[in-house]
């Protein structure tokens, strides 16, 4: 089992609040990412870094950020959810080259 | 057009098939390529990695042909469990920002 974190699980938020996803790997992974997916639908990279202090904007457009102080910790936020934000964020980290390995995801519903 | 494509099915096969999926895919620069399985409502699993030479893992049988840039995945005697669906996955650069299709749905049935 790969050693990712992500919390909450589960995230049920009025308009226009604040939110941070986190996410933690222990396996000392230099590269992570933040993908989103709508039920159904193909996964969509937001956000990449290749290691502290690096963060680049993915293939979709997000309105999200994400910060990289330290290797093991990735993560996400939204300064304003809106309800077009609902949808589940995957969290995934990998070595140079290799296949990347998930964490369970946060399933977010902005009301 | 996508830069991974598969079909996303579903396909409904009986119990003891074999079915095959397909993945074509544009860059032919890609380095690497793996199949990821995903069950509904969870996170993407590595199923098995693709090598130019092809490879088997049990009931699993991965094929990879540049030249006609596409990706196999065979399953033999499927299994109930096998219900989930299946991702071809490209890493067109070797930067590690891999390229996901939508993924192909299989249903089998007792």
């Known amino acids: 089992e790969a050693d990712i974190y992500q919390t909450p699980r589960y995230l049920v938020i009025g308009t226009g609040k604040k939110i941070t996803l986190e996410c933690s790997q222990t396996?000392?992974?230099?590269?992570m990412y933040w993908y989103q997916q709508d039920p159904g639908m193909e996964l969509h990279l937001i956000h990449y870094s290749y290691g502290v202090n690096s963060t680049e904007k993915g293939d979709l457009s997000s309105e999200s950020t994400v910060s990289r102080i330290r290797t093991e910790h990735f993560p996400l936020t939204l300064e304003s959810a809106r309800p077009s934000h609902t949808s589940q964020y995957l969290c995934a980290s990998s070595e140079q080259g290799n296949e990347q390995f998930f964490g369970p995801g946060t399933r977010l519903t902005v009301l | 057009r996508k830069e991974v494509e598969q079909d996303p099915g579903p396909f409904n096969v009986p119990e003891g098939a074999t079915v095959a999926f397909n993945c074509t895919y544009s860059?032919?620069?890609?380095?690497?390529f793996f199949w990821y399985r995903q069950d509904c409502r969870k996170e993407p699993k590595l199923l098995m990695s693709?090598?130019?030479s092809g490879n088997e893992d049990g009931r699993f049988t991965a094929q990879l042909n540049r030249a006609s840039q596409y990706i196999s995945l065979l399953i033999r005697d499927s299994k109930l469990s096998d219900s989930a669906t299946y991702l071809c996955v490209v890493n067109p650069s070797n930067t590690g920002k891999l390229i996901f299709g939508q993924g192909t749905t299989l249903q089998v049935k007792p």
């Open positions: 396996m000392g992974h230099d590269k």
């Open positions: 860059n032919s620069a890609s380095q690497s």
């Open positions: 693709v090598y130019s």
